[in-house]
């Protein structure tokens, strides 16, 4: 094994994160994208994100999933532990960033729709905006952002599958319909209501959820709401 004396003679990376940041509205699957305030990219959508705070060799620095709980309280002003955070992968292919060599670990992040109108740019952003998945393929972004969406959008819909992330895109409290409308925006595919309610109800009868109080208008009648049962600690 070399001996730190060696270690510094070989050039580093420099290690980023970027976060794919994801609410549903309106049953439109929306990602937050950041307006670059400075070169490269200048004045380009991309990613929000920020390199891995390294102080010395005493003291490392943050890890990763710090460095991304920071990026995202940073850049969306929400609180930290507010917002579900996973890690994707990483990207670090050379040239990737005109500056200098960067391997950049990809995070996604799922918002729920009641906090997704008070997200606002972080200090090194000169805007943010919700942008439609539906339509971004068209939209320039900066450094390689394109891929990392298209992976973390992968990530997101083979994990809707065999997880209950679905769950971290609904208010605190939703109804049926609601839920409903999650699996069809990510499963690309119109869901039977019949057959999603019985499933929806095993998940109560289970003690997934529970019926919560009051009732939510939806069109000409109302509708029973439903949240996560706490789990017992």
Same mark, same amino acid.
């Not at 971290?168 to 057959?195: I, K, M, S, W």
């Given at each position: 094994?070399? =001996?730190?004396?060696?270690?510094?003679?070989?050039?580093?990376?420099?290690?980023?994160?970027?976060?794919?940041?994801?609410?549903?509205?309106?049953?439109?699957?929306?990602?937050?994208?950041?307006?670059? #305030?400075?070169?490269?990219?200048? @004045?380009?959508?991309?990613?929000?994100?920020?390199?891995?705070?390294?102080?010395? =060799?005493?003291?490392? @620095?943050?890890?990763?999933?710090?460095?991304?709980?920071?990026?995202?309280?940073?850049?969306? +002003?929400?609180?930290? @532990?507010?917002?579900?955070?996973?890690?994707?992968?990483?990207?670090?292919?050379?040239?990737?960033?005109?500056?200098?060599? !960067?391997?950049?670990?990809? $995070?996604?992040?799922?918002?729920?729709?009641?906090?997704?109108?008070? !997200?606002?740019?972080? @200090?090194?952003?000169?805007?943010?905006?919700?942008?439609? *998945?539906?339509?971004?393929?068209?939209?320039?972004?900066?450094?390689?952002?394109?891929?990392?969406?298209?992976?973390? *959008?992968?990530?997101?819909?083979?994990?809707?599958? %065999? *997880?209950?992330?679905?769950?971290?895109?609904?208010?605190?409290?939703?109804?049926?319909? =609601?839920?409903?409308?999650?699996?069809?925006?990510? =499963?690309?595919?119109?869901?039977?209501?019949?057959?999603?309610?019985?499933?929806?109800?095993?998940?109560?009868?289970? +003690?997934?959820?529970?019926?919560?109080?009051? #009732?939510?208008? *939806?069109?000409?009648?109302?509708?029973?709401? $439903?949240?996560?049962?706490?789990?017992? %600690?």
């Amino acid at each position: 094994m070399d =001996e730190p004396g060696h270690i510094r003679r070989y050039p580093r990376p420099a290690v980023a994160v970027d976060l794919t940041i994801f609410t549903l509205r309106d049953a439109d699957l929306q990602l937050l994208l950041i307006k670059r #305030k400075r070169p490269p990219f200048e @004045g380009c959508w991309a990613l929000p994100g920020g390199f891995v705070r390294v102080s010395d =060799e005493q003291d490392q @620095g943050e890890d990763l999933d710090q460095a991304a709980e920071r990026e995202l309280a940073e850049e969306t +002003g929400l609180p930290t @532990g507010a917002v579900f955070l996973e890690q994707v992968r990483a990207f670090g292919q050379a040239g990737r960033d005109p500056r200098l060599r !960067v391997i950049s670990v990809a $995070y996604m992040a799922l918002v729920r729709p009641e906090l997704a109108p008070v !997200v606002c740019a972080g @200090g090194d952003a000169a805007d943010a905006r919700w942008f439609s *998945t539906a339509h971004l393929e068209q939209q320039p972004l900066a450094f390689d952002h394109h891929q990392i969406i298209n992976a973390a *959008t992968e990530h997101l819909r083979r994990a809707i599958r %065999t *997880t209950d992330l679905a769950f971290e895109l609904v208010p605190e409290t939703f109804t049926v319909a =609601e839920l409903r409308a999650v699996y069809e925006v990510l =499963e690309g595919a119109r869901l039977d209501p019949g057959n999603f309610r019985r499933r929806f109800m095993r998940m109560v009868d289970d +003690g997934v959820l529970q019926e919560s109080p009051g #009732k939510r208008a *939806t069109g000409s009648r109302k509708a029973r709401l $439903y949240r996560f049962k706490p789990r017992q %600690t």
